[in-house]
């Protein structure tokens, strides 16, 4: 036995009597990170950071479906730049959670979701709930660690935090094991024989068992910094920026098209629309970026992106990638000067090989290179022709809209009337949050964000269900914004039983559902291209009757009320100010942008 003594650790590292645990650790790392909020699905795996987190202030909100306390922690990282937390239990409470950390992943927002785990003992022996949770977010994650030691804790929360925001941001993922996150006391009740056996191998299985407790809780409470540490952000060389400003120096007819890394810290959005603003040249905003420039801006082009892309002789894609939303690069003439800037350089040079070639690539932070930029070009002024001539081809485009908003349909309500009216009763105040297919793809032409920072949309992935934990998470950092949710009906089935959570935590939201009864988006196509609407259809269900069930509000729009829209959307507003959470169902025709028409 003495040789088993000498492989013992220094016991006296570790405190059996104290009654902190691993939770505590994890709650003080969030706290010094500013964290407000914990999104969260409860579990037995993770119950001591939840009620860790609540006793420092920090908010735990419970949903009903672990993806929706991913989506809702993505909004808050996008809204505030800030790391927007998850936390979940074990096994099926991480699987639950995949599609929303691929959302995160392609939408390069920085997640952190903790999960829960087995016992490190019982890993890999058949306990409850234990996968191998490591291989299955390695894929979709920049960083991920399974932390062995509570003393590891505090390091490991903090290289996740910072790698999470550094370089292109993105979720990471820190498992905690059971055994890491309570008590000594309860997991050496768990873990080691009260009585002591008598016979060697039993005594030698004890002094095991007893050492990998020690190891769990050596050194566990020593202070260690909690703070975050120094970010890895990309930046544009100073001889990539003079290349650049030389080059739109030169320029006739430069655009600008603006994707959502322009938006990400460190350079405040106020500051990078001043800068658009001062550079003069026309552009075009996607994703996170909508809404920067307010609305009805005189250098916001909003129609005919390709058209004029093409047209250009300088393009400036700042954090646009040449993926499907540009055709994979075709759209770009050949004869064009591509200057393109992202923290990504895959993302960068995507397609570059075979459909565009870039004049000057720079990886690194859009928004600081926009600001240098800008500096380089000293108020250098473009004549202002190019500008008229994409917003006329603007203006005839919005022309066919307002001729499909007063086209007649056979039953139910002109989405495109609707739509229209949303427009004009939206607030200045207002955030969208968007989630469908063709009822959204409408609002995207009609509906303008009113400010940055305002409108959410699933991005590249295209996600459905996001709405929920969208709406969730940017009440809960904008408190004083009127979150208004654009539905597709497919889209709000993700949803609706969240409105169970918006009620108990008294979150006033308001949801329109645009209700077409089918998966129009998909039927438009199958239909004509394979003969069957196999699997494209539901029913015009009365979906704010399901929300009432659940204590919210509802509301409904359809033909016999067709001329008090903008009456029952007013009235839905009011009852979102007095703390309500309500759902309007808007029973609308089907309308295809391509060809003009609209139908039931």
Same mark, same amino acid.
């Given at each position: 036995?003495?040789?088993?003594?000498?492989?013992?650790?220094?016991?006296?590292?570790?405190?059996?009597?104290?009654?902190?645990?691993?939770?505590?650790?994890?709650?003080?790392?969030?706290?010094?990170?500013?964290?407000?909020?914990?999104?969260?699905?409860?579990?037995?795996?993770?119950?001591?950071?939840?009620?860790?987190?609540?006793?420092?202030?920090?908010?735990?909100?419970?949903?009903?479906?672990?993806?929706?306390?991913?989506?809702?922690?993505?909004?808050?990282?996008?809204?505030?730049?800030?790391?927007? @937390?998850?936390?979940?239990?074990?096994?099926?409470?991480?699987?639950?959670?995949?599609?929303?950390?691929?959302?995160?992943?392609?939408?390069?927002?920085?997640?952190?979701?903790?999960? $829960?785990?087995?016992?490190?003992?019982?890993?890999?022996?058949?306990?409850?709930?234990?996968?191998? *949770?490591?291989?299955?977010?390695?894929?979709?994650? =920049?960083?991920?660690?399974?932390?062995?030691?509570?003393?590891?804790?505090?390091?490991?929360?903090?290289?996740?935090?910072?790698?999470?925001?550094?370089?292109?941001?993105?979720?990471?993922?820190?498992?905690?094991?059971?055994?890491?996150?309570?008590?000594?006391?309860?997991?050496?009740?768990?873990?080691?024989?009260?009585?002591?056996?008598? $016979?060697?191998?039993?005594?030698?299985?004890?002094?095991?068992?007893?050492?990998?407790?020690?190891?769990?809780?050596?050194?566990?409470?020593?202070? !260690?910094?909690?703070?975050?540490?120094?970010?890895?952000?990309?930046?544009?060389?100073?001889?990539?920026?003079? !290349?650049? @400003?030389?080059?739109?120096?030169?320029? +006739?007819?430069?655009?600008?098209?603006?994707?959502?890394?322009?938006?990400?810290?460190?350079?405040?959005?106020?500051?990078?629309?001043?800068?658009?603003?001062?550079?003069? @040249?026309?552009?075009?905003?996607?994703?996170?970026?909508?809404?920067?420039?307010?609305? /009805?801006?005189?250098?916001?082009?909003? *129609?005919?992106?390709?058209?004029?892309?093409?047209?250009?002789?300088?393009?400036?894609?700042?954090?646009?990638?040449?993926?499907?939303?540009?055709?994979?690069?075709?759209?770009? /003439?050949? +004869?064009? =000067?591509?200057?393109?800037?992202?923290?990504?350089?895959?993302?960068?040079?995507?397609?570059?090989?075979?459909?565009?070639?870039?004049?000057?690539?720079?990886?690194?932070?859009?928004?600081?290179?926009?600001?240098?930029?800008?500096?380089?070009?000293?108020?250098?002024?473009?004549?202002?022709?190019?500008?008229?001539?994409? !917003? +006329?081809?603007?203006?005839?485009?919005?022309?066919?809209?307002?001729?499909?908003?007063?086209?007649?349909?056979?039953?139910?309500? /002109?989405?495109?009337?609707?739509?229209?009216?949303?427009?004009?009763?939206?607030?200045? /105040?207002?955030?969208?949050? %968007?989630?469908?297919?063709?009822?959204?793809?409408?609002?995207?032409?009609?509906?303008?964000?009113?400010?940055?920072?305002?409108?959410?949309?699933?991005?590249?992935?295209?996600?459905?269900?996001?709405?929920?934990?969208?709406?969730? $998470?940017?009440?809960?950092?904008?408190?004083?914004?009127?979150?208004?949710?654009?539905?597709?009906?497919?889209?709000?089935?993700?949803?609706?039983?969240?409105?169970?959570?918006?009620? !108990?935590?008294?979150?006033?939201?308001?949801?329109?559902?645009?209700?077409?009864?089918?998966?129009? *988006?998909?039927?438009?196509?199958?239909?004509?291209?394979?003969?069957?609407?196999?699997?494209?259809?539901?029913?015009?269900?009365?979906?704010?009757?399901?929300?009432?069930?659940?204590?919210?509000?509802?509301?409904?729009?359809?033909?016999?009320?067709?001329?008090?829209? %903008?009456?029952?959307?007013?009235?839905?507003?009011?009852?979102?100010?007095?703390?309500?959470?309500?759902?309007?169902?808007?029973?609308?025709?089907?309308?295809?942008?391509?060809?003009?028409?609209?139908?039931?």
């Amino acid at each position: 036995m003495w040789l088993l003594a000498a492989y013992q650790l220094d016991t006296s590292l570790v405190d059996k009597t104290s009654i902190r645990h691993g939770g505590e650790s994890v709650a003080a790392v969030l706290k010094a990170h500013g964290v407000r909020f914990v999104f969260t699905l409860v579990g037995g795996h993770i119950s001591p950071l939840l009620v860790a987190c609540e006793k420092l202030g920090i908010r735990v909100v419970d949903t009903r479906h672990e993806v929706t306390a991913v989506f809702a922690a993505d909004a808050v990282a996008r809204l505030t730049g800030t790391v927007g @937390v998850a936390a979940v239990t074990a096994g099926p409470g991480l699987t639950n959670t995949v599609t929303a950390v691929k959302n995160a992943q392609v939408a390069q927002s920085p997640v952190l979701l903790l999960g $829960g785990a087995a016992s490190t003992l019982l890993q890999k022996r058949g306990a409850l709930q234990a996968i191998d *949770q490591m291989s299955l977010l390695k894929p979709l994650c =920049k960083f991920c660690a399974s932390v062995r030691r509570v003393r590891d804790i505090v390091p490991t929360l903090r290289t996740a935090m910072a790698a999470a925001q550094s370089g292109t941001p993105g979720p990471v993922f820190v498992e905690l094991p059971l055994d890491v996150l309570y008590p000594y006391y309860m997991v050496e009740k768990e873990m080691v024989p009260a009585k002591l056996p008598k $016979g060697l191998m039993g005594r030698v299985v004890v002094w095991y068992l007893q050492n990998c407790l020690a190891n769990l809780f050596v050194g566990a409470w020593e202070s !260690r910094p909690e703070g975050p540490l120094p970010l890895d952000i990309p930046q544009a060389s100073p001889q990539q920026v003079q !290349r650049c @400003v030389e080059i739109l120096s030169r320029a +006739k007819r430069p655009l600008l098209v603006l994707g959502s890394q322009a938006l990400l810290p460190p350079t405040p959005a106020n500051k990078l629309r001043a800068a658009v603003e001062t550079l003069g @040249v026309p552009c075009f905003l996607g994703g996170m970026s909508r809404g920067l420039l307010g609305r /009805n801006h005189p250098l916001h082009i909003r *129609q005919n992106r390709s058209a004029a892309v093409k047209k250009a002789d300088v393009v400036v894609l700042a954090g646009a990638v040449c993926d499907f939303r540009l055709s994979y690069g075709r759209v770009l /003439n050949r +004869k064009s =000067k591509i200057i393109i800037v992202n923290r990504n350089r895959d993302d960068m040079l995507l397609n570059s090989d075979i459909f565009w070639k870039p004049q000057e690539a720079v990886q690194g932070d859009v928004g600081s290179f926009m600001l240098k930029l800008v500096e380089g070009l000293q108020g250098q002024m473009w004549a202002s022709d190019w500008v008229e001539e994409l !917003r +006329k081809a603007d203006q005839q485009k919005e022309q066919t809209y307002r001729d499909k908003a007063v086209m007649p349909v056979s039953q139910h309500l /002109n989405p495109v009337q609707v739509l229209q009216q949303v427009e004009e009763t939206l607030p200045d /105040n207002a955030l969208l949050v %968007v989630d469908g297919g063709d009822f959204v793809a409408t609002a995207a032409y009609l509906v303008q964000p009113r400010g940055p920072l305002r409108w959410l949309d699933p991005g590249a992935f295209g996600t459905l269900g996001v709405g929920a934990g969208f709406a969730l $998470g940017a009440k809960l950092c904008q408190p004083d914004a009127e979150v208004w949710c654009l539905f597709g009906d497919g889209a709000f089935g993700y949803s609706l039983i969240e409105f169970d959570t918006f009620v !108990r935590h008294k979150i006033p939201v308001m949801a329109l559902i645009g209700n077409d009864a089918g998966w129009t *988006q998909i039927s438009r196509e199958q239909v004509p291209r394979l003969g069957s609407d196999v699997a494209c259809s539901l029913a015009y269900t009365d979906y704010h009757k399901a929300a009432m069930g659940l204590g919210a509000q509802g509301l409904m729009l359809s033909r016999d009320n067709e001329d008090q829209v %903008v009456k029952v959307l007013r009235e839905g507003q009011q009852l979102c100010r007095e703390g309500h959470a309500v759902v309007v169902n808007i029973l609308i025709g089907r309308t295809d942008f391509r060809d003009g028409s609209i139908s039931v």
